[in-house]
């Protein structure tokens, strides 16, 4: 599914909000090198994007809570 999605972004490279839903997918597929590079494009986009900026942080937090788990494992 994110293949067509994709290919959507691709015939509407300066919509920082298909790019944001893109960065949402792969959320969704934990993914999240690729969440985070759609996200970055969105924000590339549109600086003033709410959506791609909490989309970032839901990834920091992520990220943050796994580093964590793995560090107190031990």
């Known amino acids: 599914m994110c293949s ?8 509407t490279s300066s919509d920082a909000h298909m790019a944001t839903e893109l960065g949402y997918l792969f ?8 969440a985070s ?6 924000m590339k986009l549109d ?4 959506a791609a900026l909490t989309g970032l942080g839901r990834l920091g937090r992520e990220r ?5 788990g ?3 494992a031990g």
């Open 27 to 34: 959320i969704l597929q934990d993914q999240v090198k690729e």
């Open 4 to 11: 067509f999605i994709e290919r959507t972004f691709m015939a």
């Open 64 to 68: 943050g809570g796994r580093l964590a």
């Open 47 to 50: 600086e003033s994007s709410v």
């Open 37 to 42: 590079l759609w996200y970055s494009k969105a």
């Open 70 to 72: 793995g560090s107190q």
